[in-house]
T-cell receptor
Framework: GENVEQHPSTLSVQEGDSAVIKCTYSDSASNYFPWYKQELGKRPQLIIDIRSNVGEKKDQRIAVTLNKTAKHFSLHITETQPEDSAVYFCAARETSYDKVIFGPGTSLSVIP | DSGVTQTPKHLITATGQRVTLRCSPR?????VYWYQQSLDQGLQFLIQYYNGEERAKGNILERFSAQQFPDLHSELNLSSLELGDSALYFCASSPNKGDTQYFGPGTRLTVL
């Protein structure tokens, strides 16, 4: 089955700097890769997603890139703000069973 | 607000007991997913239902069971509870199989 790894597990950046979180997946047939943001004690919320027929997608300060050959995808946050502090989860969808497998998460701290 | 509701918000019970967690998906969504999130842990996929039928299973213990009813709401039953079952339990829904998932607010279960 699908396995998703995520790095780093923790990340601290200064406000205004960029943050990059990287994920790798094992199932080359996976075709959908969402990213979720979870604030402490809250529900995970979808922030951006990308499908396997697209290499990059942007939404304001957030972008995701996908390299199907290398089986990795990354989240880029530019001009970070304190409210970006949260745990970020990447995920990949198994096509065989439509299960979405989550990475272990990255705790991002943006220091004012 | 994602449109997914979960009850109760909090549940405190004793070891050996049985509890039922309830989830109502977004209007029109056919798929329901259950996840367990222990303290400082990632999202562990438990089970998925699609239009009343079990679609995919994750690392769900035999002591746990779930079902999706004709009105599409779902219940997760946890029995013979152990201290290690204390966690946040999230429900998510999506329009079809494997689509973008929208999470409910979660039920925090504490087993004493």
């Amino acid at each position: 089955g699908e396995n998703v790894e995520q790095h780093p597990s923790t990340l601290s950046v200064q406000e205004g700097d960029s943050a990059v979180i990287k994920c790798t997946y094992s199932d080359s047939a996976s075709n959908y890769f969402p990213w979720y943001k979870q604030e402490l004690g809250k529900r995970p919320q979808l922030i951006i997603d990308i499908r396997s027929n697209v290499g990059e997608k942007k939404d304001q300060r957030i972008a995701v890139t996908l390299n199907k050959t290398a089986k990795h995808f990354s989240l880029h946050i530019t001009e970070t703000q304190p409210e970006d502090s949260a745990v970020y989860f990447c995920a990949a969808r198994e096509t065989s069973y439509d299960k979405v497998i989550f990475g272990p998460g990255t705790s991002l701290s943006v220091i004012p | 607000d994602s449109g997914v509701t979960q009850t109760p918000k909090h549940l405190i019970t004793a070891t050996g007991q049985r509890v039922t967690l309830r989830c109502s998906p977004r209007s029109g969504d056919l798929s329901v997913y259950w996840y367990q999130q222990s303290l400082d842990q990632g999202l562990q996929f438990l089970i998925q239902y699609y239009n009343g039928e079990e679609r995919a299973k994750g690392n769900i213990l035999e002591r746990f069971s779930a079902q999706q009813f004709p009105d599409l709401h779902s219940e997760l039953n946890l029995s013979s509870l152990e201290l290690g079952d204390s966690a946040l339990y999230f429900c998510a829904s999506s329009p079809n199989k494997g689509d973008t998932q929208y999470f409910g607010p979660g039920t925090r279960l504490t087993v004493l």
